[in-house]
């Protein structure tokens, strides 16, 4: 039967074959270099041969069908084969078709290359600088008049011949899905084929690059409606479908499937959130553009081995569709691991929709939550709630942190608004999550709260104010009344962190929307909620401030001592509220600390940390090192934040260190992706929902590939790797975390890594509990550390205190000034002491004396501001002391077992059953004179007359002084005092 989709191909056929004699691309021999050029002369050239005698000029027309903008405005250099560049050139033309040019052949017959994407620029640890070189002209003057033509066709001069299209790594190749159609080749397709849209069905190997242009291999196929594919038992296979708007936009798109056997999902269209939701997406087409839908079909192990065929109907508003005929023939072979092992197949891009640690199970190290009556009791936190779901009482360590209850204060011209008592009611009862309610309501309006705790010591409110006339308010805030006693330190809102003072007023600017307040050992974290964006506000990240906490501007916050309480109001200021119209607020508590310090950790679990070299010597490790963490932009970890590419040497490097006893953690997060991820173009057809939109530019890679449309970052050369890492910025929140989440497990099962250090991430804490649930599900024990910079994350410690539940370091260090911090600031912001963590220095060395009363020292051999950073001294000094198993006593210890006669100088006691290690370092302007005052009956033992100062290269010279000597310290600086147990040796 002759139907009118066989007429309309003979039709196409014809009108192909009467076009215009141009070479098709497709005859064209695309191929990718034996050798890679210097890539400033650009990643693509056309090789020529010139015949015969070709006398003083040849001429060239290359249709070279090149995706990017303005040509004309890009240089093109000619060169013989040995690199020598021919200075008599002269362009004709330079479209994104078609190159006409004549040149003078300067080494006679033979082979030439012309390049004609070079550029020049600097390629920096970290960054890219440069552009696309502009034409310029050195050519000889009388040589280019002589050989203008008058025609664009070369007439009467030798033409050179192409021998082929060259790109100079497989990596930068435009073949075949960036080769584009002619204007005219594209016009001939709409014309024949009159659907509103066209279908282009390809293969999961070959991923739709283009959106404003088609491939020109396209236009010998022509439009498809049906699509073969092969496939595997037990494999995920995608597969893809590109629409065409060629006649008119198209809108509302949708799939449905008919006469499937298993299982299909429209990435573009569908999946589950960050947190597990379901959701459809809305896409349109704009006329003469090109939106590629990715598809999954979930094929199981007991398939039976054959053809597989069913239809993907797509549709669109006004009632237009498209049937695609799908045939997958499915192999006898079956995958063990769903195809995951091997990146070309694409079958991880069903990780985007993963649910994959989003339960409601007790994260280790916590235990299931207990409800007494009102009181929430956690492995951290006891929380009993008042009638209304606030917290009466707030208790850590056995000591009660509120002064008053909590309450939510609506306050109108007539004073504060008394609301009938609420009625509390427990909404959910689990292990991992206790929810509760309590609603109030009078003539004027109801006011809703619904919260949970987990068994972190975690709490997260909203609040819902429902009108039911108009109101005219005067302020709406949370009120927090903190015991004087508790209230040591503050951090936020602004500040970094210091001693609580005495008085404070702050209105929304820069990024911050939390505060801590509490001492060592108990203290509350809060954070204001409703934004569009809840992770740590990074340089990258400024979202606007939650619009109810706002208001436009008339919110704020005040902390005010008062007596026996310090009062934390966080108020939104003067509001009508409508009738009918809800106003909402959400905030979030973390109980503080959030474990116990672990010191035996912070003494053993000494980090290498190496980014250029990450294996360490025979001779590093005899110093102690336990634990190696590998860099991106390594040859061991290349790329950053997708480790997937060099698996096989992940699992050599950690296999070899496991044997030597020790642990090797990665660097893996989201903020950024590299260019090199397999599952680039899919994430590109999925708009600005993984890979943030942004004005382009950035590495020459990235210009020529993506185009437009993403936001470039990072960048790195990598030794021993010819493509470079150029990095584009994610949107934050997206399903990309989902696939973080299952590739870390597969990373742990697949490499055997003991856990991720994590550089200024942007997720939040429900990731965080996602990665702990996951990683100790497949290996107990697995390390998370955290680095940041505080002028990257202005605060660190404030925007990431929700992540401490669950890592086990820190490393906030970068742009930390330590000589110029006082003792505040060093505990709440840099120690991690309050929260039950510990940390490391870093910026250009730190201060190892200071570092010491804390328990702190540098990584070794990280390289700061001219540094290279050497802890072997002092750690060898813990070693012979065995300061793993000492009882550290901190000067913020009630009664601390070492008092200084001067309170510029902060002393800390390390103790054990033989022998006290004193670190003492001095904030004090000046030269000091000090003398210790130990309490030895809380020791338990006597020391012996004198006491021994080691010897520790660039912190102190060896020497001997008596208990009761005044010890001198410069300023900045400190001592490490040794007391033995009289009569212990």
């Known amino acids: 039967m002759f139907t009118r989709k066989i007429y309309h191909r003979l039709v196409w056929l014809c009108l192909f074959l009467a076009a215009a004699g141009c070479p098709f691309a497709q005859d064209l021999p695309y191929r990718v270099a034996g050798h890679p050029w210097n890539d400033t002369l650009g990643n693509h050239r056309v090789v020529l041969q010139v015949n015969g005698a070709p006398g003083d000029a040849v001429y060239a027309a290359i249709p070279w069908r090149r995706r990017d903008p ?137 991923p739709v690059k283009m959106t404003t242009d088609l491939p020109c291999k396209w236009i010998r196929s022509g439009p498809l409606d049906h699509f073969r594919g092969e496939a595997c038992r037990n494999e995920y296979y995608v597969f893809q479908l590109a629409l065409f708007a060629s006649r008119q936009d198209i809108n509302d798109v949708k799939v449905r499937y008919t006469g499937n056997k298993y299982p299909l999902t429209c990435f573009n ?59 997958i023939r499915v192999l006898d072979k079956l995958l063990a691991d769903r195809g995951d092992g091997e990146t070309w197949r694409g079958s991880r891009l069903r990780w985007l929709n993963s649910s994959l640690g989003i339960d409601d199970s007790v994260p280790r190290p916590y235990r299931s939550l207990q409800v007494h009556d009102r009181l929430i009791s956690g492995k951290t936190a006891d929380i009993r709630l008042n009638g209304s779901g606030f917290p009466a009482s707030i208790v850590a360590n056995g000591k009660e942190i509120l002064q008053q209850p909590m309450a939510f204060v609506i306050e109108t011209d007539k004073g504060l608004m008394r609301l009938p008592d609420a009625v509390l009611r427990i909404t959910k009862r689990q292990a991992g999550i206790v929810s509760w309610e309590s609603i ?84 509350v974290y809060c954070k204001l909620l409703g934004a569009t964006y809840e992770g740590p506000m990074l340089n990258l990240y400024h979202p606007p401030p939650p619009s109810a906490w706002y208001n436009d501007n008339k919110g704020g916050f005040s902390l005010e001592q008062k007596g026996d309480m310090v009062d934390c109001s966080t108020y939104s200021g003067e509001r009508t509220l409508e009738a009918g119209k809800d106003c909402a607020f959400e905030f979030s508590l973390l109980v503080t600390p959030v474990k116990p310090i672990d010191t035996h950790s912070q003494f053993t679990d000494r980090y290498y940390h ?36 060099s698996t096989d040497s992940i699992r050599a490097f950690t296999g070899k260190w496991h044997k030597k006893g020790l642990k090797v953690k990665l660097y893996y997060t989201v903020r950024e992706l590299s260019n090199q991820v397999t599952e680039l ?33 990072w960048f790195t050369p990598i030794n021993g790797y010819e493509a470079c890492d150029a990095a584009l910025l994610t949107s934050g929140a997206s399903r990309w975390y989902n696939y973080y989440i299952e590739g870390l497990r597969w990373l742990i099962k697949n490499t055997d890594i003991d856990g991720l250090y994590l550089d200024d991430v942007a997720y939040g804490r429900d990731m965080l509990k996602r990665m702990r649930k996951v990683m100790d599900g497949i290996k107990p024990g697995c390390m998370i550390d955290l680095h940041s910079n505080t002028e990257f994350s202005i605060g660190p410690a404030t925007q990431y205190t929700e992540f401490f539940p669950y890592i086990n370091k820190l490393w906030f260090g970068e742009h930390f000034w330590y000589d110029k911090m006082d003792p505040a600031n060093w505990i709440v912001e840099t120690s991690g002491i309050p929260f039950g963590l510990m940390g490391d220095m870093l910026q250009s060395g730190g201060n190892p004396w200071r570092g010491m009363v804390y328990g702190m020292t540098v990584r070794y051999p990280w390289f700061t501001a001219g540094v290279n950073c050497d802890p072997r001294a002092i750690w ?6 065995g300061i793993a ?22 002393a800390t006691a390390y103790v054990k059953d033989d022998g006290l290690l004193v670190a003492i370092a001095s904030w004090a302007k000046d030269t000091v004179r000090v003398k210790l005052d130990i309490d030895w009956g809380k020791i338990g033992w006597r020391p012996e007359d004198s006491v021994w100062v080691p010897g520790i290269q660039g912190y102190q010279e060896e020497a001997r002084h008596g208990s009761q000597d005044r010890l001198e310290l410069a300023p900045t600086k400190g001592m490490l005092l040794w007391f033995r147990k009289k009569g212990s040796r």
């Open 269 to 327: 269209l569908e999946g589950r959130d960050a947190r597990g939701q379901f959701f459809t997406k809305r896409v349109d087409v704009q006329k003469g553009k090109v939106q590629t839908l990715w598809f999954g079909v979930d094929i199981p192990s007991g398939a039976k081995p054959g053809e597989h065929t069913f239809t993907v109907v797509v549709t669109a508003a006004g009632g237009i569709k498209h049937e695609s005929r799908i045939t």
């Open 681 to 713: 173009w899919a994430l590109r057809s999925l708009g600005s929902e993984v890979l943030a939109d942004g004005k382009g530019g950035g590495y020459i890679w990235l210009r020529e590939h993506l185009a437009d449309h993403y936001n470039a970052q």
């Open 70 to 206: 303005a040509p004309e405005t890009k240089a093109v250099i000619v060169t013989d084969t040995n690199g020598v560049r021919v200075k008599e050139l002269l362009v004709i033309s330079n479209t994104r078709e078609w190159g006409r040019m004549i040149f003078r052949p300067v080494s006679g017959a033979g082979k030439y290359y012309v390049y004609y994407l070079p550029y020049k620029g600097t390629k920096g640890d970290g960054w890219f600088r440069g552009n696309y070189t502009p034409p310029y002209q050195d050519t000889d003057k009388q040589w280019m008049e002589a050989h203008r033509p008058k025609e664009e066709d070369g007439s009467g001069l030798p033409h050179a011949n192409i021998v082929a299209m060259e790109a100079r790594t497989a990596f930068d190749s435009f073949f075949p899905m960036e080769v584009i159609a002619t204007d005219e080749e594209t016009r001939q397709m709409i014309r024949v084929h009159p659907d509103p849209f066209l279908v282009f069905p390809e293969d999961r190997t070959r």
């Open 876 to 881: 060898k000094i813990w070693d012979e002391f």
């Open 885 to 906: 198993d000492a009882r550290m006593v901190g000067y913020w210890k009630d009664g601390g077992l070492v008092k200084v006669s001067d309170t510029a100088v902060r």
């Open 440 to 523: 109030a309501s009078d003539r004027t309006l109801t006011l809703h709260c619904a919260a949970s705790m987990e068994p972190d010591g975690y709490l997260h409110y909203r609040i819902r104010v429902s009108p039911r006339t108009a109101l005219v308010i005067k302020d709406m805030r949370l009120e927090m009344g903190v015991r004087k006693t508790t209230a040591a330190y503050f951090m936020g809102m602004g500040l970094h962190g210091m001693d609580c003072p005495q008085h404070y007023d702050w209105k929304w600017k820069g990024p911050q929307n939390a505060y801590w307040i509490g001492n060592t050992d108990a203290g």
């Open 610 to 645: 190496n980014g250029s070299k990450p294996s360490p010597s025979d001779e590093d490790v005899e110093t102690g090192i336990r634990v190696i963490n590998v860099h991106h932009a390594s040859t061991i970890n290349p790329y950053i934040n997708y480790p997937f590419l």
